[in-house]
């Protein structure tokens, strides 16, 4: 606490009048960076569910190369007290997944996508993209960021694809 306090220029007791603990100051910058994550899912705005939910990929590739920090502060950075998947998509607790699993919802209420849970679908997706910007903030593809972004909008669209109800067209 004290070194945090130092960073910030600010005494330590003051820092504790805050904050009780370092789990506590963890809590708040991820509970901010997830705020910022809010307000990206909730404005996003598409004519269908499967184009809403890749520009869902897409904003979050924005967030992590865009706004690092804060990438790994919300996704990336162990903080005590932080909801749990998939408990925090089947009780509804996270308006950013809301959103999300009403979109998927509707896809499947429109016959776009196969009838599985919400939450199934949404961690599969998080794991592809959060996968992929990990490796390649950890340098592990060649090329340059748009070469990136390349491969990781071909694989969300496959993703997605692989979820489509037989008989779809692509």
């Given at each position: 606490m004290r070194a945090i306090a130092d960073d910030v220029g600010v005494t330590a007791m003051a820092l504790y009048r805050h904050y009780p603990d370092k789990d506590a100051i963890l809590l708040a910058i991820a509970m901010d960076a997830l705020g910022e994550w809010e307000?990206?899912?909730?404005?996003?705005?598409?004519?269908?569910?499967?184009?809403?939910?890749e520009r869902d990929a897409e904003e979050f590739l924005e967030f992590a190369l865009v706004?690092?920090?804060?990438?790994?502060?919300a996704f990336l950075m162990p903080a005590a007290n932080i909801r749990r998947l998939?408990?925090?998509?089947?009780?509804?607790?996270?308006?950013?997944?809301?959103?999300i699993a009403d979109v998927i919802r509707e896809a499947?209420?429109?016959?776009?996508?196969?009838?599985?849970?919400?939450?199934?679908?949404?961690?599969?997706?998080?794991?592809?993209?959060?996968?992929?910007?990990?490796?390649?903030?950890?340098?592990?593809?060649?090329?340059d960021e748009q070469g990136f972004r390349m491969i990781y909008r071909a694989a969300v669209r496959r993703c997605l694809k692989s979820f489509r109800t037989k008989g779809d067209t692509p």
């Open positions: 307000r990206r899912v909730l404005a996003i705005k598409a004519d269908n569910p499967l184009a809403w939910l706004t690092p920090r804060r990438f790994e502060a998939p408990e925090v998509i089947e009780q509804r607790l996270s308006p950013p997944l809301n959103r499947q209420r429109q016959g776009l996508i196969e009838k599985l849970p919400p939450a199934d679908i949404i961690m599969t997706m998080w794991g592809l993209t959060q996968g992929l910007i990990s490796l390649y903030r950890a340098n592990r593809f060649e090329g």
